[in-house]
């Protein structure tokens, strides 16, 4: 369990927009939460979007609006549309999932982590 790959980062101009995905294992996928979160280099890592296991999505204030998580059950796939791509975007971004059962936005900590990709948007 824990297996998540990420892909789809790269680099574009302000305004485009990137479609990241994060392959999962199939007992990984089945976690209560799954999240994509950022870090900035010299910032803290960031919650950007989480999903859980009944479909709700919640986002932080940043991307709402321009950011969509969404999973495809039979790929075991999770995916991070981003529209509307700012400079400010610019950061590593990690999939990630953990089973507690609370809601998926609060503070409890993700257990399962990707190795990350890297998306850079210039103005």
């Known amino acids: 369990q824990g297996h998540l790959v990420e892909s789809g980062g790269g680099s574009v101009q302000a305004g485009g927009s990137l479609r990241l995905s994060c392959a999962a294992s199939a007992d990984t996928y089945s976690s209560y939460c799954m999240a994509w979160f950022r870090q900035a280099p010299g910032k803290e890592r960031e919650r950007v979007a989480v999903i859980s296991g009944d479909g709700g999505t919640s986002y932080a204030d940043s991307v709402k609006g321009r950011f969509t998580i969404s999973k495809d059950k039979a790929k075991n796939t999770l995916y991070l549309q981003m529209n509307s791509l700012k400079p400010e975007d610019t950061a590593m971004y990690y999939c990630?999932?953990?089973?507690?059962?609370?809601?998926?936005?609060?503070?409890?900590?993700?257990?399962?982590w990707g190795q990350g990709t890297q998306v850079t948007v210039s103005s």
């Open positions: 990630a999932a953990r089973n507690t059962f609370a809601a998926c936005n609060t503070g409890v900590p993700y257990v399962y």
